[in-house]
């Protein structure tokens, strides 16, 4: 028997605030910039939903670790730059979450210090504080499913009464790995046909959430 939803978990980057398109923009120039040209569409397949570890991890194995640590400090540098030029919530997304009422939290591949910078700047922070979980306190990140579990466990509800919310690949292969039914959002850079999967509905208006999640 299908359990009852009791936990929303939110993606952050492309769910909550609008960062992946800052995110790959950034990305696209520091490999024109350092070595690597990238084009948007290889951004999002490579880059997309995993963690800052993992990221370093295929730039030091194309460029060497000097680059990597390079790209690394340009990447906080510039992205922190482009944030708090012009970063908002997904569109939509306040709306959702005024109308949900299971309780929530976050689960990303971004580190703390990074998601108090952009939800601070979206005025979100407050709305999940004490209840955000990074990669950064599990072993392994997306698409491993171990974030997600982490945060289950944290909010103590069975991951079979977890759903998740999440942009890219990485993100519903972890939430299928966890054994929870999730909700890919295809109104950002990933598309749909790569969100697709067991146990995932696709949506693309963020305001249709609060419904979808009701009727599962």
Partial sequence: MIKPIELVIFDCD??????????????????AELGWPLTEDEVVDRFIGRSHAAIREQVAARLGEDTAATWSERFEQLHREAVDADLAPVEGLPEALDALTLPTCIASSGSHDKMRHTLGRTGL??????????????????????????????????????VVVEDSQPGVRAARAAGMRSFG???GLTPAARLEGPDTVIFYDMRKLPMLIAAR
């Fill in 14 to 31: 492309g769910v909550l605030v609008d960062s992946e398109r800052i995110a790959a923009r950034v990305q696209v120039a520091l490999g």
């Fill in 125 to 162: 922070y407050e709305r999940f504080a004490g209840r955000i979980f990074s990669a950064t306190e599990v072993s392994h990140g997306k698409p491993a499913p171990d974030l997600f579990l982490h945060a289950a466990r944290q909010m103590g509800v069975d991951p079979a009464a977890c």
């Fill in 185 to 187: 959002y295809a109104g």
